[in-house]
């Protein structure tokens, strides 16, 4: 069964402490991956895909096949950073699956 | 373009009252999705169409919920009728031929 995996439900970290998220998941194929964010009470926005391989917001992602993860990354978080992120699959074609989501809270 | 247009974006209604939230799409996608999204069971896909077509509906929890995609940029997802427990936020996407969803402002549906 495709299945993606967000194991944390809350993330809380201090202003300027690395971050990473943990996305795993079970697909069959080749999928393309997704981090979206969610902002208090705003619509869901793309934050980055792993074939763009850019750096959003200083949000790194890495696709690793080997583990099938797709871990959201950044050295230095900001208090801006305080969402709701969700990791999602994609096969071509297909749906899109999100993840729970993982809230993160960097405080002060 | 304005993105992905959604109305109402707040409903309050009362119990067994039907609802009607509307979607339209970014001008050149062909996909569109409805999702649902609550505290307890997170962000669920409702249903999908390809070309206006709906090619999975799985998601959609009963009878009383319906979508149509009367045309290549519009969509409707209608409750009749509606229950305490469709209290939620949802949300339409439609998404691009590169793979990327594009998520609407939300409907915040209270049903009292």
């Known amino acids: 069964a495709q299945r993606v995996t967000q194991p944390e439900k809350l993330l809380s970290v201090f202003k300027g402490a690395p971050v990473e998220l943990k996305c795993n998941y079970s697909?069959?194929?080749?999928?393309?991956l997704f981090w979206y964010v969610q902002y208090s009470r705003q619509r869901l926005q793309l934050l980055l895909r792993?074939?763009s391989r850019e750096s959003i917001k200083g949000f790194t992602a890495d696709l690793n096949k080997g583990e099938t993860s797709f871990h959201l990354k950044k050295p230095f978080a900001q208090e801006e950073d305080s969402a709701m992120y969700y990791c999602a699959p994609y096969n071509q074609g297909g749906k899109l699956i999100f993840g729970q989501g993982t809230e993160l809270s960097v405080k002060p | 373009d304005a993105g992905v247009i959604q109305s109402p974006r707040h409903e309050v209604t009362e119990m067994g009252q039907e609802v009607t939230l509307r979607c339209k799409l970014i001008s050149g996608h062909n996909s569109l999705f409805w999702y649902r999204q609550t505290m307890m069971r997170g962000l669920e896909l409702l249903i999908y169409f390809n070309n206006n077509v709906p090619i999975d509906d799985s998601g959609m929890p009963e009878d009383r919920f319906s979508a149509k995609m009367p045309n290549a940029s519009f969509s409707t997802l209608k409750i009749q009728p509606s229950e305490p427990r469709d209290s939620a936020v949802y949300f339409c996407?439609?998404?691009?031929?590169?793979?990327?969803?594009?998520f609407g402002p939300g409907t915040r549906l209270t049903v009292l």
């Open positions: 792993h074939i």
């Open positions: 697909y069959s194929g080749s999928p393309e």
């Open positions: 996407a439609s998404r691009s031929s590169s793979g990327t969803q594009y």
